[in-house]
């Protein structure tokens, strides 16, 4: 079972450059989730998403935008990438509230 | 602010020590609760979760936690810790069932190194 999988691993960007990170899951869960960790802050919610068709903001969404593409995507674009978003990109993705969150293997995005 | 405190950034035990990891969230009702562990260069794996019940449950990997709402607290122990448990510890609480959101919040983490 794939589980959540995210593209791509590894990416650099210029400063002012966007980019859409990419996140599916094949378990059928209603809620994904995106989050960026940083040394010494923990894993930030970005946006949420408890189900197709809906979107939330987290905790730090400023820079961010997202889009639910069906129940299996849930996408992160940089409209105009900071050096600030420079970080471990992490999706995840459960079932319901009460449920395991699952997570992908990260994204590590460098802006220079 | 609603808000998941862990107020140990790192900790360092010796390998066979008993662990107590601190969590404490500020919400009006208890929440979904959550411990994850994340290991160098992994992903996140859940080692227990608490909604009701019992306040102390058990987890994979002979970790077990006890919620005391007196102290909006969740803390995370071990009786003998072993040197494959160094990673990062992170608690997660989710307000669903006061706020009727799905929302996923995280500590900050606390990092755990083993010494032999």
């Known amino acids: 079972n794939a589980g959540v999988t995210q593209t791509p691993k590894f990416q650099v960007l210029k400063t002012g450059q966007s980019m859409t990170l990419q996140c599916a899951q094949d378990?059928?869960?209603?809620?994904m989730y995106w989050y960026r960790q940083d040394p010494g802050m923990g894993l930030r919610l970005i946006y949420y998403?408890?189900?197709?068709?809906?979107?939330d903001k987290g905790e730090v969404p400023n820079g961010y935008n997202v889009s639910r593409l069906n129940k299996r995507e849930f996408s992160l674009r940089l409209e105009s990438a900071a050096p600030s978003q420079t970080s471990v990109y992490f999706c995840a993705s459960r079932d319901r509230a009460d449920t395991e969150a699952f997570f992908g293997q990260g994204t590590r995005l460098t802006v220079v | 602010a609603q808000s998941v405190t862990q107020p140990d950034i790192h900790i360092t035990v010796s390998e066979g020590a008993s662990l107590e990891l601190r969590c404490n969230y500020s919400?009006?009702?208890?929440?979904?609760l959550f411990w994850y562990v994340q290991s160098p260069g992994q992903g996140l794996q859940l080692l227990l979760k608490y909604f009701s019940g019992d306040t102390l449950v058990q987890g994979i990997k002979g970790f077990e936690a006890e919620f005391k709402r007196s102290q909006s607290s969740f803390n995370l122990r071990k009786p003998s810790v072993h040197w494959s448990d160094a990673a990062e510890y992170f608690c997660?609480?989710?307000?669903?069932?006061?706020?009727?959101?799905?929302?996923?919040?995280f500590g900050t983490g606390t990092r755990l190194q083993v010494f032999p």
């Open positions: 919400y009006g009702a208890t929440p979904y």
């Open positions: 997660a609480v989710g307000p669903y069932a006061f706020y009727n959101t799905d929302k996923l919040i």
């Open positions: 998403s408890a189900s197709e068709g809906t979107t």
């Open positions: 378990m059928n869960h209603n809620s």
